[in-house]
T-cell receptor, first 118, second 113 residues
Framework: DSGVTQTPKHLITATGQRVTLRCSPRSGDLSVYWYQQSLDQGLQFLIQYYNGEERAKGNILERFSAQQFPDLHSELNLSSLELGDSALYFC?????????????????FGEGSWLTVV | DQQVKQNSPSLSVQEGRISILNCDYTNSMFDYFLWYKKYPAEGPTFLISISSIKDKNEDGRFTVFLNKSAKHLSLHIVPSQPGDSAVYFCAASASGSQGNLIFGKGTKLSVKP
């Protein structure tokens, strides 16, 4: 158990709909990351928040947005869903902004939220 | 364009032997490299990391080697155990990138008893 909690674990929704994925980071971690894993693309970085502020953006679509709340939990909002958005969405957290990495400072992943768009 | 490449989608090894998983990268700005292990229905689990100022880092049965000139790193598992069977992801990060990781597509390791 990494200590990163994601809900829901599984979600099936129709095209055009909107969903919200929730993440609670490890206790004490200020940085939250969202990654998307699709079958052909591997793990793709979407966005990062640190202590409530957006710090880095990756390959995140404009239809997607995220936020980190004062209690440090984060939500990823996916709207106008398309079939191609079906994927496993991971949340991860770390104590600091990331580097330098070591066994004492690394990024811990949750178990993911499976999204199926039909 | 993939910045981190794991060219072997799968690897099969006999229990007790060495497993060598390879990873190549193209971005010379990467200065931290991590290996994650992933079991089905679980999130990636951190295994071992290496900074670009080192060429080797060891943790128990796991050793990561970094060849900066070749932009290549490898993960050695000795001896391999059936419980090591999982998908292994290589990831890289550059200082100043806020720590976000660029992942390879993974190598599925099967360790046969």
């Amino acid at each position: 158990d990494s200590g990163v909690t994601q809900t829901p674990k599984h979600l099936i929704t129709a095209t055009g709909q909107r969903v919200t994925l929730r993440c609670s980071p490890r206790s004490g971690d200020l940085s939250v990351y969202w990654y998307q894993q699709s079958l052909d693309q591997g793990l793709q970085f979407l966005i990062q928040y640190y202590n409530g502020e957006e710090r880095a953006k990756g390959n995140i679509l404009e239809r997607f947005s995220a936020q980190q709340f004062p209690d440090l939990h984060s939500e990823l909002n996916l709207s106008s869903l398309e079939l191609g958005d079906s994927a496993l969405y991971f949340c991860a957290s770390s104590v600091t902004l990331g580097t330098p990495f070591s066994s004492g400072n690394t990024i811990y992943f949750g178990e993911g939220s499976w999204l199926t768009v039909v | 364009d993939q910045q981190v490449k794991q060219n072997s989608p799968s690897l099969s090894v006999q229990e007790g032997r060495i497993s060598i998983l390879n990873c190549d990268y193209t971005n010379s700005m990467f200065d931290y490299f991590l290996w994650y292990k992933k079991y089905p229905a679980e999130g990636p689990t951190f295994l071992i990391s290496i900074s670009s100022i080192k060429d080797k880092n060891e943790d128990g049965r796991f050793t990561v080697f970094l060849n900066k000139s070749a932009k290549h790193l490898s993960l050695h598992i000795v001896p391999s155990q059936p419980g090591d069977s999982a998908v292994y992801f290589c990831a890289a990060s550059a200082s100043g990138s806020q720590g976000n990781l660029i992942f390879g597509k993974g190598t599925k390791l099967s360790v046969k008893p």
